[in-house]
Nanobody, 123 residues
């Protein structure tokens, strides 16, 4: 059974930090590349970060140096540590899994999705 469940969203002031978690099924953890996307109101869903099965990472330019993606395959979990948050980071954040890893994080490369978790950053 394929399952991705996000947690850790919430409200924070600008400059603060949050850590998102995504619990995935064992099948996903052992076979798929993982990623995080976000969608702000009225905007398209965009890639934030992705991590390959072997641990290679890539980031959107807007979050480089502030966000860190990681995965713990033993715990079937991936994480997104978000530091120095800005109001423009406000969005629903989605965990995703796919079989293609690329330096450009593309929506179409990911097949499975979580339900999303809200992140709100106030100024």
């Amino acid at each position: 059974q394929v399952q991705l469940v996000e947690s850790g969203g919430g409200s924070v002031q600008a400059g603060g930090s949050l850590r998102l978690s995504c619990g995935v099924s064992e099948y996903i953890s052992s076979s798929y590349h993982l990623g995080w996307f976000r969608q702000a109101p009225g905007k398209e869903r965009e890639g934030v970060a992705s991590i390959a099965l072997r641990g290679i990472t890539t980031y959107a330019d807007s979050v480089k140096g502030r966000f860190t993606i990681s995965r713990d395959n033993a715990k079937n979990t991936q994480y997104l540590q978000m530091n120095s948050l800005k109001p423009e980071d406000t969005a629903v954040y989605y965990c995703a899994a796919g079989l293609i890893f690329a330096t450009t994080i593309r929506l179409g490369d990911f097949e499975y999705w979580g339900q999303g978790t809200q992140v709100t950053v106030s100024s």
